[in-house]
């Protein structure tokens, strides 16, 4: 027999154990040996081997329970093994599971009208949606339907964070993601997040559009000034560019509302939604109004899997459990509780702390977010250190304010870990 199929014909955890396919019973260490030698090092060594979730606690293959506050990085909305979501998609599944898009199914259309809904449209213009797998093609569809303006150039944040494929890195601020892959598509213009002036001196009528998300949340969660979405509409009307917002991140309930952008009363001309679309089922979208209903034609941009029935019964699901179970209320009640919390923690290393909603960082006043990740995961708290210098919260929608409390009670502690660990004296 192949090592493979021996380490596969262990115990399983999955199905009955005729049918299961994951095997189970390893050690944490052992799965960390076989990530090293099977799966590419693009994102280091996995800080644990996940094997379990439920609600909003993860289980790791040793056993130990974790308070999941990063849920997939924003994307497990509901919490895990939510009925709702697990219904839909095993239901789904096992009606109809994949079509193509030379056909349609019910659950992609349903899907789409909900989407389409979440912005108001333009004049009597319905709203129109394409969808995708993930956020870095939500943007890439974007990119290629701003470029259908005839304009060269692309206006995007400083900080901005739009996704790893070409052209979303390609928006990507950080120029370590950009500078190893040579000639990106372009030019895109990189302005200064929230400075009003600054926008109003690049967009030009060379400008396509401008892509910005109105919360950056690989920045360290920054949310834009207010004002500064409505001015970015009004410069972007003024010189015929289009205006994105990439919601990838902060949309779909994460600050309390649908869309982060929804109190600017700002109507945009796209918006681009991933990550908690699914509820941890892979799906994107790219959201359209007004003339960008019909900038990409027939034939001019096109998916196997986007639509996909699968992903999009999740992502009805999803919309269905925030409507039912009234998360929106939820998410600013308890991301209140969240921030005020790490704010009223007292403690030396906590700095400036930002939220929206239930995406949340808070600034360290010392470089040792890794050291202060690997503690709060010691004491069973699932964080990200998003910077050297500052954590990211972007727990499940369905995360109560006792849970919350858990976290902040137990933050003094973590953070006199993280210093010990990292030699600083308390
Ligand atoms: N846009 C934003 C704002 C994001 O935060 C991300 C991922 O973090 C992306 C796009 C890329 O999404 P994905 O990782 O699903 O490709």
Redesign the pocket.
Known sequence: MSTALQQTSAVHSVGTAEESVVPAGVAGTEWVQRYRHAVMDTFGDPRRVLVRGEGVHVWDADGRRYLDLLAG??VNSLGHAHPLLVAAVTGQLTTLGHVSNFFASPAQIALAERITALVPTVGDVPNRVFFT???????EAAFKLVRRTGRPRVAAAAG??????MG?LALTSKAAYREPFGQLPGPVDFVPFGDVDALDAAITDQTAAFVV?PV???AGVVPAPAGYLAAARRITAERGALLVL?????GMGRTGDWLAHTASGVVPDVV?L??GLGGGI?I?ACLTTGSATSMLGRGQHGTTFGGNPVAAAAGLAVFAAIERDGLLDQVRRVGAVLADGIRGCGHPLVGEVRAAGLLIAFDLTRPVAPAVAAAALDAGFVVNDVRPDAIRLAPPLVLTADQAREFTDALPAVLDAALLAAGIPA
């Open positions: 990085i924003a797998n993930s956020g870095a093609e939500a943007v901005s964070f739009h996704g790893r494929t979303a998300e950056q949340g690989e990439d919601e990838v991140q902060c681009t991933a990550k892979p994107g």
